[in-house]
T-cell receptor, first 114, second 112 residues
């Protein structure tokens, strides 16, 4: 079964450093997402991406965050200057089409900011 | 925007008994309601979903019900087993939106 894959699985970074989290969505999917889950809390929407542009973003997704689809397969989340409160599990997800289709999650990238 | 409330936050159930988790949503335009199971350190996995044109859906020991008028939907797990222990998230989405919005989760403990 096709899967969303994410790298790295775990990254430790110094506060203020830039981090890039990488994702390869399922190949025929058109909608891509980043979600965040702080330890013990709910899964929070960050951003959705369709047709090579952001379609929606939450208030969490401020100027420190950006997303990119640099080629036909990768989808990246960049955090420009990490803060302690950015420590969380970041899930990439993808969906085949807009209308109520299942969103499939990757295994997550656990980011620890020290 | 959509807001999803979920309760209880924790639920302990004797093995073999049933578990019920309830959610409410705020936006009457929401029309797709997935349920995800998340084991510790793992990704959310879809276990069942329901669309707004259906009132109930069942898959073996798992069932979901939807009351559109009241904007409630519930997950029912019967004959619970130890492997059902996990965090369960309800979620809601609208056709015109790309995203799904999650509830806060229910930590289900199956007691031996």
């Amino acid at each position: 079964e096709p899967e969303v894959t994410q790298t790295p699985s775990h990254q430790v970074t110094q506060m203020g450093q830039e981090v890039i989290l990488r994702c390869v969505p399922i190949s025929n999917h058109l909608y891509f997402y980043w979600y965040r889950q702080i330890l013990g809390q709910k899964v929070e929407f960050l951003v959705s991406f369709y047709n090579n542009e952001i379609s929606e973003k939450s208030e969490i997704f401020d100027d420190q965050f950006s997303v990119e689809r640099p080629d036909g397969s990768n989808f990246t989340l960049k955090i420009r200057s990490t803060k302690l409160e950015d420590s969380a599990m970041y899930f990439c997800a993808s969906k085949e089409a807009r209308s109520g289709n299942t969103i499939y999650f990757g295994e997550g990238s656990w980011l620890t900011v020290v | 925007g959509e807001n999803v409330e979920q309760h209880p936050s924790t639920l302990s159930v004797q093995e073999g008994d049933s578990a019920v988790i309830k959610c409410t949503y705020s936006d009457s335009a929401s029309n797709y309601f997935p349920w995800y199971k998340q084991e510790l350190g793992k990704r959310p996995q879809l276990i069942i979903d329901i669309r707004s044109n259906v009132g109930e859906k069942k898959d073996q020991r798992i069932a979901v019900t939807l009351n559109k008028t009241a904007k409630h939907f519930s997950l029912h797990i019967t004959e619970t087993q130890p492997e059902d222990s996990a965090v369960y998230f309800c979620a809601a989405t609208m056709n015109r939106d790309d995203k799904i919005i999650f509830g806060k989760g229910t930590r289900l403990h199956i007691l031996p």
